[in-house]
């Protein structure tokens, strides 16, 4: 039996599936289902009341929460990067409504987050591919803050644009100091291929390309 301070989390996991399911359907799919989800989301609401959840929790600060942990949890966007501050703008009168979704109103959050989504992420995929097909110089002192805690969502696509640069530089970086690593470790193995310090900057470059691919082709489905 769950414990009431166990709700909340309960209504989260909820919740995400929905958008997860939500997001995994066609347009078509999305139009006929949307009373379904409905639905599912007025029961969340009904069977809180009915284990007399605090009252209390269901108002414009509970929505806020649930807004945010959407947005920046694992559901959408963790680091930051894909959506803009215009975005948030565009998605803020949810920030006081979500309790009304979950209580009985209709469900719109999610559609309206499903479509930025599909706006963005072809921006994104198109600018990470568009700064990796170009050498990184690793020879300037920079900082990144990968603590989304501490960070803000992008103003305007110049800061994304730039949050995206030094996340592929630092993890290209990575990856090209594996690569000298071993080319250090293995110059005296028989038949071992010696290779030039942009040969292996380029593999590493590579590498992250193939992991942003495999990640935001995911994504792309889920929104498709």
Do not use: C
């Not at 996991?13 to 409905?38: C, H, M």
């Not at 300037?140 to 994304?160: L, S, Y």
């Not at 995206?164 to 290209?172: G, H, I, S």
């Amino acid at each position: 039996m769950f414990h009431k301070r166990s709700l909340p989390l309960l209504f989260l996991l909820i919740a995400g599936g929905l958008v997860a399911v939500y997001q995994s359907f066609g347009t078509d799919q999305r139009e006929k289902a949307n009373p379904k989800y409905d639905k599912i989301l007025h029961e969340v609401g009904d069977m809180l009341k009915e284990v007399h959840y605090s009252p209390k929790a269901f108002n414009d600060d509970f929505s806020k929460k649930l807004f945010r942990k959407f947005l920046t949890d694992r559901y959408v966007d963790q680091n930051k990067n894909i959506l803009l501050q215009a975005d948030l703008k565009r998605l803020s009168p949810f920030e006081h409504t979500l309790d009304d979704e979950i209580l009985g109103s209709t469900v719109a959050f999610v559609p309206a987050l499903s479509d930025l989504l599909r706006q963005r992420l072809p921006e994104v995929m198109a600018l990470y591919r568009e700064i990796l097909s170009k050498p990184f110089e690793f020879d300037a002192e920079e900082t990144i803050n990968f603590n989304p805690d501490k960070t803000d969502f992008p103003r305007n696509e110049e800061e994304r644009r730039e949050m995206w640069r030094k996340r592929l530089k630092y993890l290209t970086l990575e990856r090209y100091v594996d690569l000298l690593d071993n080319r250090t470790s293995n110059k005296d193995v028989k038949d071992f291929k010696w290779r030039p310090d942009a040969e292996l900057e380029a593999d590493a470059r590579g590498k992250v390309l193939k992991i942003m691919d495999r990640y935001f082709e995911r994504l792309s489905v889920k929104v498709s």
